[in-house]
């Protein structure tokens, strides 16, 4: 009966060993831990995890005029003004360029030259603009999607995004999507790069 106690002993230790190592090795003292994490920030269980997110009513406003858009096309599609369009420009290095410029005047007072949604105009807005160069990366970001998104606006989803389809030729709107599409390069830069 004593090897077992033992055992147990030496297994209890290490594991208390382990903890304090990883409390070391991820407490706010911690080597990697970022300077401007919160005190007490639980990288494996952050706060907004902890409750529930969402349930009846209880989603936020924000969160459900983002994911209006998107959960009506993975349940419908596009209208069919929108299906199946594909992009006439994908790659082309001028209307990259033409994109770019048609980017400035139209999309980057609320998105921000990185597309990340922080542009003057966008900071009163909410839901915030939308972080174009996190979801131009995703799966949802097909070519009729972003078409129908640029073209019709947000009204029909309660957001400010306005149409564009009575203010821009379907190409400036495919030049637009050609700009983001590269990353949003500089002027004379490589896009992609």
Not at 19 to 26: N, P, S
Not at 79 to 102: C, E, N, Q, T
Not at 120 to 148: C, H, K, N, Q, T
Not at 169 to 189: L, Q, S
């Amino acid at each position: 009966m004593g090897w077992i106690a033992r055992r147990l002993g030496i297994v209890a230790g290490s594991m208390a060993a382990i903890l304090v190592c990883a409390a070391a090795g991820h407490s706010q003292g911690g080597k990697d831990v970022p300077k401007d994490v919160p005190k007490g920030f639980d990288y494996w269980q952050p706060d907004w995890m902890v409750r529930e997110l969402w349930g009846p009513g209880r989603m936020p406003r924000s969160m459900m005029v983002r994911l209006l858009r998107h959960t009506t096309y993975m349940q419908f599609s596009v209208p069919d003004a929108y299906a199946g369009a594909k992009s006439p420009f994908a790659g082309d290095r001028a209307a990259i360029a033409a994109g770019r410029k048609l980017y400035a005047d139209k999309c980057l007072r609320c998105h921000s030259a990185d597309g990340m949604g922080s542009g003057e105009a966008g900071l009163a807005l909410s839901p915030s603009p939308a972080l174009l160069a996190y979801m131009i990366r995703r799966p949802v970001a097909v070519d009729e999607y972003l078409l129908w998104t640029i073209a019709d606006g947000g009204k029909q989803f309660d957001s400010e995004m306005p149409a564009f389809k009575d203010d821009l030729p379907r190409d400036d709107i495919w030049r637009i999507i050609a700009y983001v599409r590269a990353g949003f390069p500089a002027e004379g830069a490589t896009p992609g790069k």
